[in-house]
């Protein structure tokens, strides 16, 4: 199972928004709708953003968004904001019952 | 507060076995099902192993399967991963995460701990 392509960094500044693609194949982000982000800063671990494509966990902030067209998901962080530097990934559930991680995308608030 | 703390991590050879565990506590842990994930430098995160509340479904990555093993006690809130035959690639931090979806198919790694460094040299 080759992992999700994300692209390796993203930029933007204050109170922008900016988008990271996460794109997958038919046997995984473009068959099932278990999609899931993750948010990392360095040396912590990982912290769930959104999960079934587009939910967010209780406590996680509604700037950001998450969506689906195909074998792409896309996660959208509005109102950037200096904390919300790190690095994301995706993942996808698949059609031979195991998980695939994307390769993750640096985000940088200039 | 939810709490997963792994332990059993360390230096061994090429070759040779190690188990590491995780505690779970903040939750009723049979409502979850239970993953193993790990990161290294090089390859990012990697999906390890999954099991389900009752330990009837489990699956493993390709880069894994038939070295290693993952349990649970339900009784003790504890998951568990033997890990045999180790490989240099095995190398990596080792991630305990909890899953809402409690059949561990179509889930998402809700809880995660700090991790448990496994160094094969």
């Known amino acids: 199972q080759s992992a999700l392509t994300q692209p390796a960094s993203v930029s933007g500044s204050p109170g922008q928004s900016i988008t990271i693609s996460c794109t997958g194949t038919?046997?995984?982000?473009?068959?099932?709708?278990?999609v899931s982000w993750y948010q990392q800063h360095p040396g912590k671990a990982p912290k769930l953003m959104i999960y079934?494509?587009?939910d967010r966990p209780s406590g996680v902030s509604n700037r950001f968004s998450g969506s689906k067209s195909g074998n792409t998901a896309s996660l959208t962080i509005s109102g950037l904001q200096s904390d919300d530097e790190g690095d994301y990934y995706c993942t996808s559930y698949t059609t031979t019952y195991t998980y695939v991680f994307g390769t993750g995308t640096k985000v940088t608030v200039l | 507060e939810v709490q997963l703390v792994e332990s059993g991590g360390g230096l061994v050879q090429p070759g040779r076995s190690l188990r590491l565990s995780c505690a779970a506590s903040?939750?009723?842990?049979?409502?979850?099902?239970m993953h193993w994930v790990r990161q290294t430098p090089g390859r990012g995160l990697e999906w390890v192993s999954g099991?389900?509340?009752?330990?009837?479904?489990?699956g493993y990555a390709d880069s894994v399967k038939g070295r290693f093993t993952i349990s649970r006690d339900n009784a003790r809130n504890s998951l568990y991963l033997q890990m045999n035959t180790l490989r240099v690639e095995d190398t990596a931090l080792y991630y305990c995460?909890?899953?809402?979806?409690?059949?561990?198919?179509?889930?998402?790694?809700?809880?995660w701990g700090q991790g448990a460094l496994v160094t094969v040299s």
């Open positions: 099991i389900s509340w009752n330990s009837a479904t489990i």
């Open positions: 995460t909890s899953d809402p979806n409690s059949s561990s198919r179509g889930g998402h790694f809700a809880y």
């Open positions: 903040g939750f009723i842990f049979d409502d979850y099902a």
């Open positions: 038919i046997s995984d982000v473009g068959v099932y709708n278990f």
């Open positions: 079934d494509v587009s």
